[in-house]
């Protein structure tokens, strides 16, 4: 995985609440075993019409949302069945945190074990992204080591995360890579 550090992009809004895995990335596409090419089925039941058309009238479809890597949203993001997919199409698709008042426990660990940020703000702080949101190329910039996000209009929150996950993202680690970092004391221990 890649470091999270330090982040600026443009932010997306998607103004709804209980967003499942299964909206995400749909059942029908989880016959792929890599990590990759998922994005372009992210949200495909609310992206495109029946006919295969884009729908123009979903978010990320507004031409201020193209490109943009931060995602805001409503309560209990991600919940539904616990397909790690779901990260892996965010990430894909080009999202590297998702912004939301609360989200799914499972959801919110294959988030973080796949190196996408999941930041939990208050109700209030998330109106404004999402107000912010509708206007051509908002941006905002996420410092993980500061664990605050901020805008250059004036707004900046903290936010919270656990100092295993925060330590994992910043030195872009998975579990396997975490272990690896104890290959001194592995070795010892298997030495003796």
């Known amino acids: 995985m890649n470091p999270f550090t330090c982040h600026t992009g443009k932010v997306a809004g998607l103004n709804r609440s209980n967003i499942d895995t299964d909206q995400i990335i749909p059942k029908q596409f989880l016959k792929r075993i890599e990590r990759s090419g998922f994005g372009q089925f992210l949200f495909f039941d609310w992206r495109y019409n029946q006919d295969g058309t884009s729908n123009p009238e979903f978010e990320l479809n507004y031409p201020e949302n193209e490109g943009a890597t931060i995602l805001v949203a409503n309560e209990n993001f991600g919940c539904g069945s616990s397909r790690e997919h779901a990260p892996w199409a965010l990430m894909d698709y080009g999202f590297k ?20 940020l999941p930041i939990t703000l208050a109700a209030e702080d998330i109106q404004y992204l999402l107000e912010q949101s509708q206007k051509a190329e908002y941006e905002c910039t996420i410092d993980l080591g500061e664990q605050v996000i901020k805008d250059n209009q004036g707004f900046q929150r903290r936010f919270e995360i656990n100092n295993h996950w925060k330590n994992m993202l910043l030195n872009g680690w998975d579990e396997i890579d975490y272990t690896l970092s104890f290959g001194s004391a592995i070795t010892a221990y298997e030495n003796r």
Do not use: T
Request: one cysteine or more; aromatic letters at 10%; proline letters at 5%.
């Open 97 to 116: 945190a998702i912004v939301a008042p609360s989200f799914a426990d499972i959801f919110h660990q294959n988030c973080l074990k796949n190196g996408v």
